[in-house]
């Protein structure tokens, strides 16, 4: 055949596998091959011409001529993935080490430094003792369908004497290997974004760099090119993603160029993707010195990014609740709040308070509304006895009827019917009446021996039932028997979840917001500790039931992204399947909310969850126990050992959706100027709002 068409013909995709200079890649001679191991004898030459052979890394083996690829059999026409172990014995290593043994012992005693090239050896012993054998990891086969570059997770076939040579792929080779995707993959992913309401498939972010091992002097040196590693953004809609590792090792990085990745990319086509950040330690919300003093919060601007914190501060809307304004929130608040405590108080008025709810019920129901509204307006009123702040003027609504006036005249022929409305003081003063009238009128109907009813209601029964009696002792702190008791005291430990100024509910205002296509960031490393898991676990547990009442009406729900820092206190392994955290990250990806979960111990997160997990980015471990948990999933086992002993910041193992394998990677500082950059380029800034197109 003409050399010319030869050479035209062998340009494959597969033999540009191999590097464009095999002298620049060449690395060894495969002398075992198995369907998930293939052994490599290498020499030192070979590692010196090709820059070393770090762990880890990626090696190519093939079985033809890359210069007439055209001319190989059809069975060799393929190119197996191989990942580096280690070192593996050749037969004659015992040999080897005795000859490099006896050689030493031939020195001089003042020969204590390298002697040449070949360090006193003779030339044909030195050549033999360069040969070494290495162990690698079969990770897939590379191969040609329908004019396609394919990407099998297996070896299919092996031959016992094998003619494979082995090359360390760099440059595009090795760009072209880290990013493949195959075309149903990328096919999948097209019909994904569809769905999530993309005009598009959303272009790929660069997020870092290859990087093998903690030392990088040859591999990433300055006459070797830095290989870009690109995660796709639709990979983390409506998926979970790990982000594991120890402190000050990049998971707050990784965190931040995840979120600006999603929001460009929802900017990009128009799309709406609300997301919410549960930030811990308040690096999200809040500049710092290791982001180039700004944050999510000053990159994006204050129209895409709103920020809540759990105590006043200028530019941060108040998190907590105003308990006036919201009872029916603020009640369970309070009891979960009272549960977790160490309190003193105790009684059957408080243990009947604690169990209460003030679930409204239907209005045309007059009298279970009427009864309704006064368990509100006394809740109301034992706020204000318990020193919880409201706005000045805030009136009670104050439900009174003629059976209760009649009732109370009874016994206080003075009273007089309020106005609807109070002032707090004023209300507590007739919550109170109301209270000694009742016990007045059972003092007489006990002593006249008839029924026990107290101020009756229009029906005939008693108009301050048990719940309300309990509420009033609570706001008289004294007892049915005239005993005293705490009351109202039992509330005072938790006034600092309560907002006098906030007016809409915090959740609808914050779900209005997701709804926006807006950056949410809920600073929660000030304020009471406990409002971390009390509001936070509130919070997700009306987005999940929001997003799945949509599913279920038939409605298409919006996408959400869901971030937690320290996701083991709230995905632990005696979590229930049935609370809010564990169901949003194990049934949440039907309903589009994508969980991005961080945490430094893997092997307290529920199993799983760990084993419905899409996206993984892994950086430092330090114990043996969080790599044993980790080793189970994909190939994580291959890095255990550099897991635990590399320390370097952003340096991570990543595994996503659209990658079949794990690829080490240098994970790309948050940038600022970048994305900025990349904004103007789409001509929007950070004062421009998102746009209000609906998914």
């Known amino acids: 055949m003409n050399p010319v068409l030869t050479t035209v013909l062998s340009d494959s995709p597969l033999s540009r596998l191999l590097g464009p200079s095999i002298d620049a890649s060449f690395v060894g001679y495969v002398f075992r091959m198995s369907y998930d191991e293939c052994l490599v004898q290498t020499n030192d030459k070979f590692k010196k011409d090709v820059n070393g052979i770090p762990h880890n890394s990626f090696l190519v083996a093939a079985g033809f001529d890359p210069a007439s690829f055209s001319d190989a059999p059809a069975i060799d026409q393929e190119v197996v993935l191989l990942r580096v172990l280690g070192p593996t014995p050749l037969p004659q290593d015992g040999d080897m080490v005795r000859t490099r043994i006896e050689h030493h012992q031939r020195r001089l005693r003042d020969e204590r430094l390298p002697v040449g090239s070949d360090d006193g050896l003779d030339p044909m012993t030195a050549n033999e003792l360069q040969w070494g054998g290495m162990r690698c990891r079969v990770l897939g086969t590379f191969y040609m369908e329908g004019g396609q570059l394919r990407l099998g997770s297996d070896l299919e076939s092996f031959m016992a004497l094998s003619r494979m040579r082995a090359y360390k792929p760099r440059g595009e080779a090795l760009q072209t290997i880290v990013n493949h995707i195959n075309p149903e993959t990328r096919q999948k992913a097209y019909e994904d974004a569809k769905l999530a309401g993309f005009s598009d498939v959303p272009k790929p972010i660069i997020i870092g760099t290859v990087r093998y091992t903690s030392t990088a002097r040859l591999h990433r040196g300055s006459d070797e090119p830095k290989v870009p590693v690109e995660i796709q953004p639709a990979d983390f809609l409506a998926r979970r993603t790990a982000v594991l590792g120890m402190t000050r090792t990049g998971k707050s990085n990784t965190v931040k160029t995840t979120i600006a990745a999603v929001a ?8 709406q993707v609300g997301q919410l950040v549960f930030d811990v330690n308040g690096e999200y919300a809040n500049a710092n010195h290791q982001d180039d003093a700004s944050s999510i919060a000053t990159v994006f601007g204050p129209q895409r990014v709103v920020r809540y914190r759990a105590l006043p501060a200028i530019g941060f809307n108040d998190l907590r609740t105003n308990f006036y304004e919201q009872p029916i929130r603020a009640l369970p608040l309070l009891q979960s709040l009272f549960k ?7 009684g059957q008025d408080l243990e009947t308070f604690m169990s209460m709810t003030l679930t409204e019920p239907d209005p045309q ?10 368990h509100i307006a006394v809740f109301q009123c034992l706020l204000h006895k318990a020193g919880y702040p409201s706005i000045k003027g805030f009136r009670v609504k104050v439900p009174n009827s003629k059976k209760l006036i009649s009732g109370m005249e009874s016994v206080m022929p003075e009273v007089e019917a309020p106005e609807e409305r109070l002032l707090l003081a004023d209300a507590c003063d007739w919550f109170l009446k109301i209270r000694e009238a009742n016990l007045l009128l059972l003092e007489q109907q006990r002593k006249a021996n008839q029924p026990n009813i107290g101020i009756k209601s229009s029906s005939g029964n008693a108009m301050v039932d048990p719940t309300l009696e309990a509420m009033l002792n609570m706001l008289a702190r004294e007892s049915t028997r005239r005993q005293s008791i705490g009351g109202y005291r039992a509330l005072t430990p938790f006034t600092a979840y309560h907002s006098p100024q906030r007016q809409q509910e915090v959740t609808a205002e914050i779900i209005a917001h997701l709804d926006l296509g807006k950056i949410v960031i809920l600073d929660l490393s000030v304020g009471p500790v406990e409002i971390r898991r009390v509001l936070s676990e509130r919070i997700a547990r009306e987005i999940f039931d929001r997003q799945m009442g949509q599913l279920n009406s038939g409605e298409v729900p919006r996408n959400v992204v869901i971030y937690v820092e320290e996701a083991h206190n709230l995905i632990g392994k005696k979590s229930e399947l049935t609370d809010p955290w564990p169901r949003i990250a194990k049934e949440g990806a039907k309903a589009k909310i994508a969980f991005v ?3 430094q111990e893997p092997s307290s997160v529920h199993p799983n969850i760990l084993a ?10 330090n114990n043996d126990d969080e790599l044993r948990t980790l080793a189970k999933f994909y190939d994580f086992s291959d890095f255990s050992a550099s897991l635990k002993s590399a320390q370097d910041v952003g340096f991570a193992r990543i595994k996503t959706l659209s990658a079949p394998f794990v690829i080490p ?6 940038t600022p100027e970048l994305i900025q950059a990349e904004m103007r380029a789409l001509g929007l800034t950070a ?3 998102p746009a209000k197109v609906t998914a």
């Not at 129901?365 to 006064?374: Q, T």
């Not at 419905?612 to 471990?621: K, P, S």
Request: no cysteine.
């Open 687 to 689: 004062s421009h709002a």
């Open 665 to 670: 990677t240098q994970i790309n500082r948050f």
């Open 612 to 621: 419905n997990t899409e996206n993984w980015f892994v950086t430092h471990l």
């Open 365 to 374: 129901e007059r009298g279970d509304h009427l009864r309704w509204e006064r």
């Open 340 to 346: 977790d405590s160490d309190s003193s108080f105790s």
């Open 597 to 599: 979960y961080a945490t």
């Open 264 to 271: 460009l990319a929802a900017m990009k086509s128009q799309l």
